[in-house]
């Protein structure tokens, strides 16, 4: 970002990183209270003119459910992250509306290969195909995504249709199960910090259990979960469960690097991924701007995630906003929410 030095000078780096904020946007920051709301106020002068809302309130509301009633009573006119159990009632109530759209993000559980049971290729193959993920993109996300083969989705450069998704087929599973060397099942800990997609995260361990991975799963506040990756203490369980959004790089690289490349800069990777050859891989395809060549090598890639499985591969989520009748605005694929694009409605 593009900040003004003099004003950094004065207040200090970690003043303006929390109470004397100053950017170059569209609005200007006239009030922070902390876990309640932050005010901004119009910037006429920005370089794209003046945005048609002269004041900008993002309010703090925990509670999905209170959200939906604030947005419905009009308390406020845009929410995000809505339960999908909830979306009927903001369809269907005459002041407020949906708008969703295909994000970059994705679903998967990172196993640890370097450790029993998931060292095994038989076991990792089987936990993908114990995962009904048409059931759960139904039943919990309104249909809103869709199943995927590996991490890298369809809107991504360098995704290839042609790699096969993981079917349902829990007799399979059970098979493979036992191949791994465990005909009577294995006990497993799986632990996540997205605290929004609990009932996710336990109905994947429900279905795991189904076929002989007997789960239990752990919610981790989010701040320690990622200081024990930091920490390198990965070995507390045997997977992670959790979502990675691209954002705005639509390249098949912003999920493979940090989910699978064991050397720094590999978020999840460094921990849990060991697929050989895999480094090089994606370091080659991120060293290269010949684009035919960087497709070829990302082909290669899911072909070999599917068949080795690190994840187990789950499905894509849509963006889902609820916003009052009274504003103009639409979800966006790459998540943000882009303020000065909204208008009022007349």
Known sequence: PIVPKKHIEKVGEEAFGSTAAVGTGPWKLVEWKRDQHIRLEAFDQHWRGKPAFKYV????????????????????????NVNADLLPDIKNHPQTGISTTPILRVHYISLDMRSAPFDKKAARQAAN????????????????????ATVVQPAAFGFDPSVPSYPYDPKKAKELLAQAGYPNGVDITLHSSS????????????????????????????????????????????????????????????????LYHTEPGGWIGKHYARVEGLDKLID????????PKRKQIYARIQAMIREEAPSVFLYTQNDTLGISKKVAYEARPDEWLWLFAAKPKN
């Open 129 to 148: 195909y114990a995962i009904d993920k048409q059931a759960m993109l139904q039943k919990m996300m309104a249909g809103l995504g869709r199943q995927v």
């Open 57 to 80: 309130v993002f309010r703090a509301i925990p509670e999905v459910a209170t959200a939906v009633a604030e947005l419905k009573t009009g308390g406020v006119d845009i929410i995000r």
């Open 284 to 291: 080659e395809a991120r060293s290269s701007v010949d684009q």
């Open 195 to 258: 605290v929004d997609w609990r009932p996710h995260f336990e109905a994947l361990g429900q279905m795991l259990t189904e076929v002989g991975f007997r789960t239990t799963v752990k919610m981790w506040d989010p701040g320690p979960a990622w200081n024990k990756f930091f920490q390198a203490e990965g070995k507390a369980t045997n997977g992670q469960y959790g979502n990675w959004g691209n954002y705005s790089v639509f390249d098949a690289d912003a999920v493979l690097h940090p």
